[in-house]
């Protein structure tokens, strides 16, 4: 199972100081293959650089996209990602990543996005359904979200962290003026592109 990190989450909890959490839903998941798309390894160094040894340790070396993976990239962003108003770099993490893992990915197999980014956990709820647009950007893997949230709940399933304290770092990332969407699969859409 191959588990990549947006900037997003990863933000969220070096924002309150525990990345650990992260680190024991990776241990706990069989035969993980984390990684991490070189954008995204960016995005990190330029907004949470002290958090660069400990992401390095969970995810490794960057993968760089080949030129190919680079132009879809930008057409993914293009299509599905970008808003009004956004700069030219805006979203480009979460492009790349998917760019790179809709070629690279098995076929079969879970590509599970660890993120807090609505816009991408929408993408992955709407690869898993075929004829759409997120679908094809896809490359017919199977990309699932996983979110802020849900890394609370599951150490809290791994007795990692209980309820309150579970809580308490929620309000945490809130306190610290970063987004908390909820669990992912509480943002499946209805309808989607």
């Not at 990345?19 to 990684?35: K, Q």
């Not at 993976?69 to 962003?77: C, G, K, L, N, S």
């Amino acid at each position: 199972m191959i588990l990549l990190p947006d900037t997003s989450l990863a933000w969220n909890f070096h924002a309150v100081g525990r990345m650990d959490l992260v680190e024991s839903l990776i241990r706990a998941m069989p035969d993980p293959e984390p990684s991490w798309a070189r954008e995204v390894a960016r995005e990190c160094d330029r907004h949470i650089t002290e958090a660069m040894p400990t992401l390095t340790a969970l995810f490794g070396s960057p993968v760089f996209p080949t030129r190919t993976e680079q132009m879809e990239a930008h057409m993914v962003r293009d299509d599905l990602f970008r808003h009004d108003g956004d700069h030219a770099g805006r979203h480009l993490g979460e492009s790349e990543t998917i760019a790179i893992w809709a070629r690279r990915a098995p076929a079969i197999g879970a590509v599970l996005i660890l993120t807090e980014d609505r816009d991408f956990v929408r993408f992955c709820w709407n690869s898993q359904r075929i004829g759409t647009r997120a679908s094809w950007h896809a490359g017919g893997r199977t990309f699932s979200a996983v979110t802020s949230a849900d890394v609370l709940a599951a150490n809290v399933q791994l007795g990692k962290l209980d309820p309150t304290e579970a809580d308490q770092i929620h309000a945490d990332i809130l306190d610290a003026g970063r987004p908390f969407i909820g669990p992912a699969k509480a943002s499946r859409p209805i309808t989607g592109a």
